[in-house]
């Protein structure tokens, strides 16, 4: 999964490589709004049947940090998303309901267990 320009879609070295596009406009924010989005994005484009993979579709995903978003459970490490594309052990949600409750898990573990507070900074 890439982010880019349009027009980039049809040159090298992205031609005959892009198996979907969507575009989706342009985003003014750069953190959460867009991370959100592309989570949204990979969900919708998995449950119409397109042949993606991708950590965020993965039972064994949980947050991570900027740079590396996912925490994988299963390797106890964290890395981008795109890592499913040739992990072992990827195993896709079977609907969205289950992608929300995954993720209302992730976010109760976060909120009991995080350490970091607004008077860290
Ligand atoms: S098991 Fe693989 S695909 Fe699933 S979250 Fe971990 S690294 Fe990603």
Same mark, same amino acid.
């Given at each position: 999964?890439?982010?880019?320009?349009?027009?980039?879609?049809?040159?090298?070295?992205?031609?005959?490589?892009? %198996?979907?596009?969507?575009? /989706?406009?342009?985003?003014?924010? =750069?953190?959460? $709004?867009?991370?959100?989005?592309?989570?949204?994005?990979?969900?919708?484009? #998995?449950?119409?049947? %397109?042949? %993606?993979?991708?950590? =965020?579709? &993965?039972?064994? #995903? +949980?947050?991570? $940090? =900027?740079?590396?978003? /996912?925490?994988?459970?299963?390797?106890?490490?964290? &890395?981008?998303?795109?890592?499913?594309?040739?992990?072992?052990?990827?195993? +896709?949600?079977?609907?969205?309901?289950?992608? $929300?409750? +995954?993720?209302?898990?992730?976010? $109760?573990?976060?909120?009991?267990?995080?350490? /970091?507070?607004?008077?860290?900074?």
């Amino acid at each position: 999964m890439l982010d880019f320009l349009p027009k980039d879609a049809l040159n090298p070295p992205f031609r005959g490589k892009v %198996i979907y596009t969507e575009v /989706i406009g342009f985003l003014d924010d =750069y953190g959460f $709004e867009r991370v959100d989005k592309y989570i949204k994005k990979v969900r919708e484009a #998995h449950f119409k049947k %397109i042949k %993606i993979r991708n950590c =965020y579709l &993965c039972r064994y #995903h +949980a947050k991570g $940090e =900027y740079e590396d978003p /996912i925490f994988c459970k299963t390797y106890r490490k964290q &890395c981008d998303s795109n890592v499913a594309s040739e992990c072992d052990r990827y195993r +896709a949600f079977g609907s969205m309901a289950e992608c $929300e409750e +995954a993720e209302r898990k992730n976010d $109760e573990f976060d909120r009991k267990h995080s350490r /970091i507070t607004f008077d860290s900074f």
